[in-house]
């Protein structure tokens, strides 16, 4: 399961990354210090924060469709499952002479199979997220890099296809979820969309991309311009 995962959703987006256009407003930019590294203070927080916070979203899903009966709710196929059955605990008991799953609950095997799927969904959409480190999402767009967007639904398809097909998603101890989860899915990515652009806000508020001669070298380039303007009308 974590193998699948990291093929599906960290290879192809990453790959397509790679292949981003430009910023568009690189070439206003001040120079970089050339001592500075690749990751500074600012971009080492931004990325554990955006780590941090779908490690936690992940976790704390799985822990409550684990220890409630929401674990027996996202199931497609419920059979066998009852609200009133389910053992709240985060582990179960194989067998030990096959190291199989047999007697895995079912409220286990959906808390596991939705917490794979938030994980692998924002995973994904971290990839747009990623295009800039303080640019909102919605100016960046979606469309610019088609080789990101391309990876992506190839990613989220190879993801429906370890969930939803039969022994496939028994090799990978997944099995089928509901609209139900499909719901959770899709509120953990509004909240990792919401949660990026309050990054990026602060970012922009605290002047990131500006060195600490940015307003010498504007005011350079402003006199540049005048020079060139008075010798044009001389």
């Given at each position: ?63 409550a ?15 066998g499952?009852?609200p ?13 002479e096959?190291?199989a ?32 480190i ?6 960046t ?7 990101m ?7 989220f ?47 922009r508020k ?6 600490p001669?940015?307003?010498n ?18």
């Open positions: 399961m974590i193998l699948w995962a990291n093929i599906i959703a960290d290879i192809p987006p990453a790959l397509s990354l790679g292949l981003d256009p430009p910023e568009r407003n690189i070439m206003n930019r001040p120079p970089r210090n050339p001592k500075s590294g690749v990751l500074t203070r600012s971009t080492t927080l931004v990325l554990v924060l955006q780590a941090l916070f779908m490690s936690v979203v992940t976790f704390g899903v799985f822990l469709a684990v220890l409630t009966p929401f674990g027996n709710t996202v199931l497609i196929n419920k059979e499952t009852s009133d059955t389910y053992v709240p605990s985060i582990f179960h008991q194989g067998n030990p096959t190291n799953n047999e007697n895995m609950s079912p409220h286990i095997a959906g808390a596991r199979s939705l917490a794979f799927g938030v994980l692998t969904v924002l995973q994904l959409n971290q990839a747009f997220l990623s295009r800039s303080d640019v909102s999402v919605f100016k767009g979606l469309r610019a890099n088609k080789w967007v391309g990876c992506v639904l190839l990613s398809g190879c993801y429906i296809i370890g969930v939803y097909v039969p022994k496939l998603n028994n090799w990978l101890e997944l099995v089928p979820i509901g609209w139900q989860a499909w719901l959770v899915i899709l509120g953990a990515v509004i909240l990792q969309v919401v949660f990026s652009e309050l990054m990026k806000l602060c970012l605290i002047g990131f991309n500006k060195s001669g940015a307003g070298h504007h005011r350079q380039e402003r006199g540049v311009r005048d020079s060139e303007q008075e010798a044009e009308t001389v």
